[in-house]
């Protein structure tokens, strides 16, 4: 059995029970210590009052950044979430294939998804003619027009390992010198094995090292089989602060301030 065929086949499975698993023991154990407190009688506040702060909780840390920690949100937020992982992740062709192979309706996506190469961005702008195939899937029909020059899965990964390695060099001054309780060496785990995910993901769509079938399935197996492993951790990564930092807990704050407090 090659890398390729174990990852697609046998190590998927086992990659998402792993996660619901892990998804599962991290919303336990938060049940399991929440207490419930007494709360002061809510001020009234209109629903449009509400609405507003609510917009204001998630774009605070957004601006917060911006103003106080320039560097860190050209990297972390701008250049590893904006710019990197997440378009990567949701909107790059091979993976909007892959997403509505396992969940047909996320194939509504097809029309804004973002081509692999500057090569084909820059074929979409100057010569804007579908190519013809006998295959029986199509070409990338991109909606983004002149923005594809930038916005191809070539850039968007460059910019993703760039502002991972930023990351980790980071990091490893705050670690050694010990003085930053929050660097943890899971963090560096969890960075490098999004780096390899990037690396061999964007070896495997410039067929590098080279083109040779054989070679190309072993490179691809690797970035899946890199996915798969990160999606097991994920839930105790720090990566899932996107969930419980962010969404779910921007969304408690501004309910137990605003709507609850009146605040």
Do not use: C
């Not at 990566?239 to 605003?258: A, I, M, N, Q, S």
Request: net charge positive; no cysteine.
């Amino acid at each position: 059995m090659t890398v390729y065929e174990f990852a697609v086949y046998e190590m998927l499975p086992a990659a998402v029970l792993g996660f619901a698993a892990g998804m599962v023991y991290r919303i336990a154990r938060y049940l399991s210590v929440y207490k419930r407190t007494v709360r002061p009688r809510r001020r009234a506040r209109s629903i449009g009052h509400s609405l507003v702060h609510l917009v204001k909780t998630f774009a605070y840390p957004i601006y917060f950044s911006i103003k106080e920690e320039r560097i860190m949100f050209a990297s972390g937020l701008l250049g590893l979430h904006i710019l990197g992982v997440i378009p990567l992740l949701f909107l790059f062709s091979h993976h909007v294939t892959w997403w509505a192979y396992y969940f047909p309706p996320y194939a509504a996506l097809k029309r804004l998804a973002i081509p692999p190469s500057a090569t084909s961005a820059a074929l979409t702008v100057t010569a804007p003619v579908t190519p013809v195939s006998g295959m029986s899937g199509i070409f990338v029909n991109t909606i983004w027009g002149p923005l594809t020059v930038v916005l191809n899965g070539d850039v968007l990964a460059i910019i993703a390992i760039v502002a991972t390695v930023f990351k980790v060099v980071e990091k490893i001054p705050k670690k050694v010198v010990g003085k930053v309780s929050y660097v943890r060496i899971g963090d560096f785990v969890a960075l490098l094995l999004l780096l390899f995910i990037l690396v061999t993901g964007f070896m495997a769509t410039q067929h590098l090292p080279s083109g040779e079938i054989g070679v190309y399935k072993t490179v691809l197996g690797l970035h899946i089989l890199g996915a798969e492993v990160l999606l097991i951790l994920l839930p105790f990564t720090k990566f899932f602060h996107f969930v419980f930092g962010y969404w779910y807990g921007k969304l408690h704050e501004w309910y137990d301030l605003v709507w609850t407090r009146g605040v």
